[in-house]
C-alpha cells in the first residue's frame, strides 16, 4: 500500500496530512507553522501559529493579537503522526527550514534562505532529507554574490563620499533583516545612522530580543539634513521618493538587493546607486545547499522554477515545481517592491 | 580597459549633463590618445565590424561557465542584454592582463573573418584577464548596441572641453568617413587631417516636434514652411575631387543612388546642399515604401532604378563657392539654393523642396491637413533669420507633423524587453479580427508607462497560455490603440500588411476585445492610402 506523502500542495499552501498543519499558508487555516516574518510567509487570519522563538516578537508585532506557540531551534515536536523541528535558515533573524519526519522519512522545507552567515541572522544551517522543497528566488546562475565585507566596503565608500560633499545617504533596504544587517555591517564611524519608522519599528523589537544592534536615531520632526549632516538614513525601498525624503536636501540614494546585480533593473530606478545584497542564497548557494541536504528529490517554489527545476533534473535530482498563489518570476517582488511602498 | 571601465562607471554613475561631461573631458585629457581616439569612434557610432556572432559568443561563454546552453538562453531575456548576461555568468578572471581599449578592439579588428577556432582562443582568453566591468564593456563591443547615456553632442563638449578648442568645429572635424585605423588622435582632432577627403559633410541641423499652438511663433512673415517630406535626409557634397551623398547617420551612400552622379558635372565646385532623397515618379514622390526597397542595398538593380528612381530636394545651402555659409540666415542661403538650382539644365534628379506659402497660421494649418495628399508627413517651420545650427536646438525649426493613423488591436503575445526593461513584458504583438479570427498584424513596444509595463507584466504571468522560449502566448484580453504612421502591403506577413513606426499610444482598459478593428478596415485604408486618397482614420 502506498501511502500518501508526507507534505502535499494545496490551494492554501504546504499541507502535512498526518501532522493536520500548513507551511507558511497564504489562506486561512486551523493551524499554520511559519518559517519568518516577512509578510508573504507569515499572514493574517489563521486560528493558531507556530514559529521559533527569535521570529516571535516580530510576528506578534506584524499580526497583532494572534495565538501563537514557539520552539527553540533544533527542538523536536511531536505533532499528529509526525516529527517537527525549526532550524536555521540564514535569512533574517529568527528564520528557520522546517524538518517533518515520520518513520525515519524527512523533509524539509527550506523558507526563504541564504548560506553566507551574515553576521546577524543565526547561520543557514544543512538538515539532510530525502526530499528538501526549496526556494529559488536567484535560481539563474547570473545571480552569484560578491563577500558581504566586499559589497560592505563599498557602502562604506558611497557613504563616506556623499559626507565628504555634504550630502545625506538614504540606503533603501526591506525593514525585516536586510535593514539590520546593513546597519551592523557598515562602518558607524564614518557619520550619524539614522532610521525611518518603519525601519526603526523591527530594529527596536530585535534589539530588544538582544540581537547586537547598533544605536540609531529615528527621523522625526527635527531631524534632518541640518541636524544629522552627512548622515547615513535605512529607510523602506521607495521612501526617498516620498515627501518624506525632502527633509534631507540633495541627499544621495542607494537601493540594497540582489536585483541589483541586473543592470536593467538598476537603471529603472533612474540615479541612484545599485548595492548587491540579497538575504537570498545566490546560485552557486542554491546548488551547494541542496547537495548538502543529501535529499534525492527537490521541490522548488517561489522564484525561477521552470528553469530551476529542468537544471536540478540534469544534475540527476528527481525535482519537481510547488506553485505558489499568485507566483511570478521572482523579479516581480522586485518590481513591486521597487515602485510600490513596501508593507510593514 | 581599466581606465575605459573607470569612464563608464562614472558616465553610468549619474544622470546629470554637467557630470557625465566633465567624467568624459578628464578622460580625453588623460587617457592614452589611442584609446581617446577610439572612444570618439566608438561614441560617434563608428563600431568595429562584428568579429564575433552574438550566438558564437553565448555558446563559449556558455561553455567556459560549464552550464548548459539551455540555461544560458532562460537567463538571457531576464538579464534582458547578452554581454550583461556572460559578464556575470564566467568564473572569475584566472589572471589579471593589463590591455587598453584600443589593443582590445585593434585584437577585435584583426580577429574578423578568421577561422572559428582562433576567433574563439581569442575571445576566451581576453575574457579570462578581465574583470566583470571590463568583459562586460568588451562585449558590448562586440555585440554593438553601445550606448553609454552620451550623445554626439555631449561627446563633442567635452572634447572642446579637454582641447580648448570650439564645439562646431570640432563636431564638423568628427563628421565623415574616418576609422581609427586610418588617422590618429593628433590628426583628427588637433589638426584636422583625418579625413583626407574632401567630402566631410557638415552636422546635421535637426528640428524639434511642434506640440504648441504655431500662432506662438510670432509673425508669418518671420517663417518659411515647405512640406515634411517622408524620405531619406541626405547632404550632398560636391567639391574639387569629392562627390558624396551623406545620410543622416553620417553613413556615405553615393554609391546606392548611382542617378545623382551627373550632379557633380553640373553643380559648381564648393556646394553643400541639405535635402531629402525621395523614391520618383513623373512629377510625384512615390511613398517611402517604394524608397525602403533602395535601402540597404550595396548596390542597386536597373529593376529597381526604374521602379523607384531616386531625388533629391534641395531644402537648404551649406556651403557654396567652398564658403562656409551655416551662420548666414536661411532666407540668405536659401536665396543662393534657389539661384544654383535654376542654373542646373533640366532632367537632372535635383529639384528645390517647394515652399509652402501662407499668409496666416489658420490657413496653414488647414493645408497641413493636405500633407498626406502630397506624400509628405507634415510641414516644416522654418525661421528665416535662423542660422544652420549643430543638432538639434529648439526654436528655429519645428516639424509640425500630421496625426497619425490609429487601430485598436488585442495584444496577442508578450516579450520580456531589453536593457532597463530587462524582465518586463514590453515587446507585444498585435492582432486585429477577420471574421472569428484573430490576425496578428504589428509590434510594438513603447508608449506606455513604466508603470503600466508593470501591471500588464504581472497580468501577463497570470494569463499566459503558451511559451515559447522568450515569447507568451497569452489570454487575447488586452485592448491598446496603436498609431502608426502609414501602411503598406507585405507578402511576408500573414494579414498582408506593415505598418510604418507602430507604437502603442494608449492602453483602452475601456474597450472589450470584440471592440477591435478589423482586418478589412486595415485593407481598406491600405487602398486608400496607396491610392494617395486621403484617409479617414481606421479607429473607431
Known amino acids: 500500500m502506498t501511502r500518501q506523502p508526507l507534505l502535499t500542495f494545496t490551494d492554501r499552501g504546504i499541507f502535512c496530512p498526518e501532522g493536520g498543519f500548513y507551511i507558511d499558508p497564504w489562506r486561512p487555516v486551523d493551524r499554520a507553522l511559519i518559517t519568518h516574518g516577512h509578510s508573504d510567509h507569515a499572514r493574517p487570519g489563521h486560528r493558531s501559529y507556530l514559529s521559533t522563538e ?65 553576521g546577524l541572522s543565526e547561520p543557514f544551517e544543512p538538515v539532510r532529507c530525502n526530499t528538501f522543497i526549496s526556494e529559488c528566488t536567484f535560481g539563474l546562475p547570473v545571480f552569484r554574490w560578491a563577500p558581504q565585507a566586499e559589497v560592505m566596503a563599498r557602502i562604506n565608500r558611497w557613504w563616506a563620499a556623499n559626507a565628504a560633499e555634504g550630502r545625506v545617504s538614504i540606503l533603501g533596504a526591506y525593514a525585516l533583516g536586510k535593514a539590520q544587517r546593513l546597519m551592523l555591517g557598515i562602518d558607524q564611524t564614518i557619520g550619524p545612522l539614522l532610521t525611518h519608522g518603519a525601519v526603526e519599528e523591527t530594529t527596536a523589537i530585535l534589539r530588544a530580543q538582544g540581537y547586537p544592534l547598533p544605536a540609531t536615531t529615528r ?105 505558489t498563489e499568485y507566483e511570478g518570476e521572482g523579479i516581480e517582488t522586485a518590481a513591486e517592491g521597487m515602485i510600490e511602498e513596501p508593507g510593514p | 580597459m581599466k581606465r575605459f571601465a573607470r569612464l563608464f562607471a562614472a558616465l553610468d554613475a549619474t544622470t546629470r549633463t554637467s557630470e557625465k561631461t566633465s567624467a568624459l573631458a578628464d578622460y580625453f585629457r588623460d587617457a592614452p590618445e589611442e584609446d581617446r581616439l577610439w572612444t570618439i569612434a566608438l561614441l560617434s557610432g563608428r563600431r568595429p565590424k562584428r568579429a564575433v556572432t552574438a550566438t558564437e559568443l553565448a555558446q563559449w561563454a556558455a561553455e567556459a561557465a560549464d552550464l548548459p546552453y539551455w540555461l544560458f538562453e532562460e537567463t538571457y531575456p531576464v538579464v534582458g542584454d547578452l554581454a550583461e548576461t556572460i559578464a556575470l555568468i564566467l568564473p ?37 584577464g578581465m574583470e566583470q566591468d571590463e568583459r562586460f564593456l568588451f562585449n558590448k563591443l562586440i555585440t554593438g548596441g553601445f550606448r553609454m547615456g552620451v550623445s554626439q553632442g555631449l561627446m563633442t563638449r567635452a572634447l572642446a572641453q579637454a582641447t580648448g578648442l570650439p564645439e562646431t568645429e570640432l563636431a564638423h572635424r568628427l563628421m565623415g568617413d574616418w576609422t581609427p585605423a586610418r588617422t590618429s588622435y593628433a590628426a583628427l582632432i588637433l589638426s584636422n587631417e583625418g579625413t583626407g577627403a574632401g567630402a566631410q559633410p557638415y552636422p546635421f541641423a535637426l528640428a524639434s516636434p511642434l506640440e504648441a499652438d504655431p500662432a506662438a511663433l510670432g509673425p508669418p512673415a518671420d517663417w518659411f514652411a515647405e512640406w515634411k517630406w517622408d524620405g531619406i535626409r541626405g547632404q550632398l557634397v560636391n567639391r574639387r575631387g569629392a562627390f558624396a551623398l551623406w545620410s543622416r547617420g553620417e553613413d556615405l551612400v553615393t554609391d546606392r543612388f548611382p542617378e545623382f552622379a551627373p550632379l557633380a558635372d553640373f553643380l559648381p565646385e564648393g556646394t553643400v546642399i541639405d535635402g531629402e532623397v525621395l523614391a520618383w515618379r513623373g512629377e510625384t514622390p512615390l511613398p517611402f515604401a517604394a524608397l525602403q526597397t533602395r535601402i540597404g542595398r550595396k548596390t542597386v538593380p536597373k529593376k529597381v532604378l526604374a521602379e523607384a528612381p531616386a531625388r533629391l530636394l534641395a531644402y537648404d545651402l551649406l556651403e557654396a563657392d567652398g564658403r562656409d555659409l551655416r551662420a548666414a540666415p536661411f532666407a540668405e542661403r536659401r536665396a543662393r539654393l534657389e539661384e544654383i538650382v535654376a542654373a542646373l539644365p533640366a532632367g537632372l534628379p535635383l529639384g528645390l523642396s517647394p515652399e509652402v506659402s501662407f499668409m496666416d497660421w489658420s490657413t496653414l494649418a488647414e493645408t497641413r491637413q493636405g500633407a498626406r495628399d502630397a506624400v509628405a508627413e507634415g510641414l516644416m517651420l522654418k525661421r528665416r533669420s535662423s542660422a544652420y545650427f549643430t543638432g538639434r536646438k529648439r526654436g528655429d525649426w519645428w516639424k509640425w507633423k500630421l496625426d497619425p493613423f490609429t487601430v485598436d488591436a488585442v495584444m496577442l503575445y508578450a516579450q520580456a524587453g531589453h536593457g532597463r526593461r530587462a524582465s518586463l513584458f514590453t515587446d507585444f504583438t498585435f492582432a486585429v479580427r477577420d471574421g472569428d479570427q484573430l490576425v496578428p498584424f504589428a509590434k510594438a513596444y513603447s508608449g506606455l508607462t513604466d508603470e503600466e509595463f508593470a501591471e500588464i507584466t504581472r497580468w501577463v504571468r497570470q494569463n499566459t497560455l503558451e511559451r515559447f522560449g522568450p515569447v507568451r502566448r497569452v489570454t487575447p484580453e488586452l485592448v491598446f490603440e496603436l498609431a502608426f504612421e502609414g501602411i503598406q502591403a507585405s507578402t511576408r506577413h500573414k494579414s498582408g500588411i506593415a505598418l510604418r513606426f507602430p507604437r502603442m499610444l494608449r492602453w483602452r482598459r475601456d474597450k472589450p476585445v470584440t471592440e477591435i478593428d478589423t482586418l478589412d478596415g486595415l485593407k481598406t485604408l491600405l487602398a486608400t492610402t496607396s491610392g494617395h486618397v486621403h484617409p479617414s482614420n481606421t479607429g473607431a
Not at chain 2, 577561422?115 to 582568453?125: C, D, G, T, V
Open chain 1, 219 to 323: 527621523v522625526t520632526a527635527g531631524i534632518d539634513a541640518k541636524s544629522h549632516p552627512g548622515a547615513l538614513v535605512i529607510a523602506p525601498p521607495g521612501a526617498e521618493a516620498t515627501p518624506w525624503a525632502n527633509r534631507f536636501g540633495a541627499f544621495a540614494s542607494a537601493f540594497a538587493s540582489g536585483w541589483m546585480q541586473i543592470r536593467g533593473i538598476r537603471r529603472r530606478r533612474g540615479a541612484s546607486t545599485g548595492f548587491v545584497v540579497s538575504d537570498h542564497a545566490d546560485w552557486p548557494g542554491l546548488n551547494a545547499a541542496i547537495r548538502e541536504t543529501g535529499a534525492s528529490r527537490v521541490y522548488v517554489t517561489h522564484g525561477y522554477t521552470q528553469v530551476f527545476r529542468r537544471w536540478l533534473a540534469e544534475q540527476g535530482y528527481d525535482a519537481g515545481i510547488v506553485a
Open chain 1, 54 to 118: 527569535a521570529a516571535a516578537p516580530v510576528i506578534r508585532h506584524r499580526l497583532g493579537p494572534i495565538q501563537l506557540e514557539t520552539v527553540a531551534y533544533g527542538a523536536p515536536q511531536q505533532i499528529g503522526a509526525v516529527t517537527v523541528s525549526f532550524h536555521p535558515a540564514g535569512h533574517v533573524p529568527g528564520s528557520a527550514q522546517i524538518r517533518v519526519e515520520r518513520g525515519g522519512e524527512v523533509w524539509v522545507v527550506s523558507g526563504d534562505y541564504k548560506t553566507e552567515v551574515d
Open chain 2, 92 to 128: 572569475p578572471p584566472d589572471q589579471a592582463q593589463a590591455q587598453g581599449l584600443s589593443e582590445h578592439l585593434t585584437t577585435l579588428v584583426r580577429l574578423t573573418g578568421r577561422p572559428a577556432e582562433e576567433r574563439k582562443q581569442a575571445i576566451l582568453s581576453a575574457w579570462a
